[in-house]
């Protein structure tokens, strides 16, 4: 059974880098055809995607965030990572990481499996 | 992008039925039809279930379903448990350069 769990600083200064982890057990995820995405949910607000990265490497990003996220992966760790930089309290959030397969929704944009989420709070 | 509109709050009792509306816009609700609808419930990873507007995945019990009308996707949920008390958000494809967006969330009470 495929598990997604979030981890990270709960605590970044603004204007640094807000990084975090999402490590995957129970499968490996350089296999298949999988899109790995990061979403976010602010304080009372609603969900916001982030951005994905696909099995093959390939990114794409909310063009709102575009300019200050890069996720990445590292398949010897199962792993992939966040990047949020120059960050503010607006990107003061709980962050979710989530899975996409296609192959089993016949779609790119179907969110199969999440992890429980991590906050996240930019305040100096 | 604005995100998809929802209301925030519904209620009802034990037994009923409630819908819940997802209104966007033609470059995404109205102009795809890659709807799905998540139940989360605080502290636990959110929980596909509607996909495709109207399509559950496996386990999802069959009171729940989607429709779609126009810019407006709904999600009913027919005889109600307590249980189902949870947050829910739909999400759609919005195209190649915005991709997709989410709406605000309905808070689903179960009296």
């Known amino acids: 059974q495929v598990q997604l769990q979030e981890s990270g600083p709960g605590l970044v200064k603004p204007s640094q880098t807000l990084s975090l982890t999402c490590t995957v057990s129970g499968g490996s995820i350089s296999s298949g055809s999988y899109y790995w995405s990061w979403i976010r949910q602010p304080a009372g607000k609603g969900l916001e995607w982030i951005g994905r990265?696909?099995?093959?490497?390939?990114?794409n990003y909310n063009p709102s965030l575009k300019s200050r996220v890069t996720i990445s992966a590292d398949t010897s760790k199962n792993q992939f990572s966040l990047k949020l930089i120059s960050v503010t309290a607006a990107d003061t959030a709980v962050y979710y990481c989530a899975r996409v397969d296609p192959v089993l929704f016949g779609s790119n944009w179907y969110f199969d499996l999440w992890g429980r989420g991590t906050l996240v709070t930019v305040s100096s | 992008q604005s995100a998809l509109t929802q209301p925030r709050s519904v209620s009802g009792s034990p037994g009923q039925s409630v819908t819940i509306s997802c209104t966007g816009t033609?470059?995404?609700?109205?102009?795809?039809?890659?709807v799905s609808w998540y139940q989360h419930h605080p502290g636990k990873a959110p929980k596909l279930m509607i996909y495709d507007v109207t399509k559950r995945p496996s386990g999802v019990p069959d009171r729940f379903s989607g429709s779609k009308s126009g810019k407006t996707a709904s999600l009913t949920i027919s005889g109600l448990q307590a249980e189902d008390e949870a947050d829910y958000y739909c999400f759609s494809y919005a195209g190649s350069y915005i991709f997709g967006v989410f709406g605000g969330g309905t808070k689903l009470t179960v009296l």
């Open positions: 990265i696909y099995t093959s490497g390939s990114t």
């Open positions: 033609s470059s995404d609700v109205g102009g795809y039809n890659y």
